[in-house]
Nanobody
Framework: QVRLVESGGGLVQAGDSLRLSCAAS????????MGWFRQVPGKEREFVASITWSPRSTDYADSVKGRFTISGVNFENTVYLRMNSLKSEDTAVYFC????????????WGQGTQVTVSS
């Protein structure tokens, strides 16, 4: 059974930093693309960042490039999202997701963690 568990959300002020963690179990981590998405009530879920392992590569939404960093520890089955210079518009529920490297859609999702940035 695949399980993704996010942690690390909270309430911070604009300009602060936060690190989210996603612990994955039940899937061969090295053969999956791990991603972070976020959603604001009333809006569609949007892509934030993703990471692949072999070869290691990352991808970011334009809105977070230069501020957010996705990383991970393959043998620990954990992926992180370091968020710097947070803005009020980063306020959202952040979700960890996984998809097979051969798939186009993410088919495993965590329960989400709330990030609130006060201005």
């Amino acid at each position: 059974q695949v399980r993704l568990v996010e942690s690390g959300g909270g309430l911070v002020q604009a300009g602060d930093s936060l690190r989210l963690s996603c612990a994955a179990s039940g899937l061969p981590f090295s053969r999956y693309v791990m991603g972070w998405f976020r959603q604001v009530p009333g809006k569609e879920r949007e892509f934030v960042a993703s990471i692949t392992w072999s070869p290691r590569s990352t991808d970011y939404a334009d809105s977070v490039k230069g501020r957010f960093t996705i990383s991970g520890v393959n043998f620990e089955n954990t992926v992180y999202l370091r968020m710097n210079s947070l803005k009020s518009e980063d306020t959202a529920v952040y979700f960890c997701a996984a998809r097979s490297i051969t798939a186009q859609l993410y088919n495993f999702w965590g329960q989400g963690t709330q990030v609130t940035v006060s201005s």
